[in-house]
């Protein structure tokens, strides 16, 4: 599975963005994880096909993940953004059962005023 990320970018804090990822083919989960400089790289949000999502605690309430199945597309709408949302965000996909993960290029984003 190939997935192509776009989006991100420099907001000032309490700004929005809007990330968007496709995939090759449909698969079962797509989501997003981040990775800040010096930390581990943690899941964001995720998404199956029946669109059942789940959150980090951190996001939850400000971020929103959504997916257009006919487009293989997934989207991570970031609103309320905070410095410490800065990181390198990376989409994600995994198939129904399997531990397989498949990873897109990281995109950029950085909040600072």
């Known amino acids: 599975v190939q997935l192509q990320a776009s989006g991100g970018g420099l907001v000032q804090p309490g700004g929005s963005l809007r990330l968007s990822c496709a995939a090759s083919r449909m698969i079962f989960k797509m989501g997003w994880y981040r990775q800040a400089p010096g930390k581990q790289r943690e899941l964001v949000a995720a998404i199956t096909s029946g669109g059942i999502s789940n959150y980090a605690d951190s996001v939850e309430g400000r971020f929103t993940i959504s997916r257009h199945n006919a487009k293989n597309t997934v989207y991570l709408r970031m609103n309320s953004l905070k410095p410490e949302d800065t990181a390198v965000y990376y989409c994600?996909?995994?198939?129904?059962?399997?531990?397989?993960?498949?990873w897109g290029q990281g995109t950029q984003v950085t909040v600072s005023s």
């Open positions: 994600n996909a995994q198939a129904w059962g399997s531990p397989v993960h498949y």
